[in-house]
């Protein structure tokens, strides 16, 4: 298992960008299909974004398709999350996860999930 550390999140205002990231401990990091899932108040807990473990493959929710890029560099252990045209109902706290299931089964559903960051807040103002 990794243990994930997130970073980047903040105030922006609409249209604007923040680039989120995720740090990895252990060595296993490459093995692991790395995701984001954002929850805001009262809401439940949503996919965002996900990438396998070499990088090769990745998936987006419709919610933020062309909009965010997911990434990551397994040479330094870490995954990124490249948001631009943000709007105010991107408001929430970001989520880095991790999971050893491929990434075909990795779906969206965050129980499916084992390994989580602690989160990091971003928000949009109008």
């Known amino acids: 298992q990794v243990q994930l550390v997130e970073s980047g999140g903040g105030l922006v205002q609409a249209g604007g960008s923040l680039r989120l990231s995720c740090a990895a401990s252990g060595r296993t990091f490459s093995t692991h299909v790395m995701g984001w899932f954002r929850q805001a108040s009262g809401k439940a807990r949503e996919f965002v974004a996900s990438?396998?473990?070499?990088?090769?493959?990745?998936r987006y929710a419709d919610s933020v398709k062309g909009r965010f890029t997911i990434s990551r560099d397994n040479a330094k252990n870490t995954v990124h999350l490249q948001m631009n045209s943000l709007k105010p109902e991107d408001t929430a706290g970001y989520y880095c996860?991790?999971?050893?299931?491929?990434?075909?089964?990795?779906?969206?559903?965050?129980?499916?999930?084992?390994?989580w960051g602690q989160g990091t807040q971003v928000t949009v103002s109008s």
């Open positions: 996860a991790g999971t050893v299931l491929s990434f075909s089964t990795a779906d969206t559903n965050w129980l499916r999930w084992a390994t």
């Open positions: 990438i396998s473990g070499s990088g090769d493959r990745t």
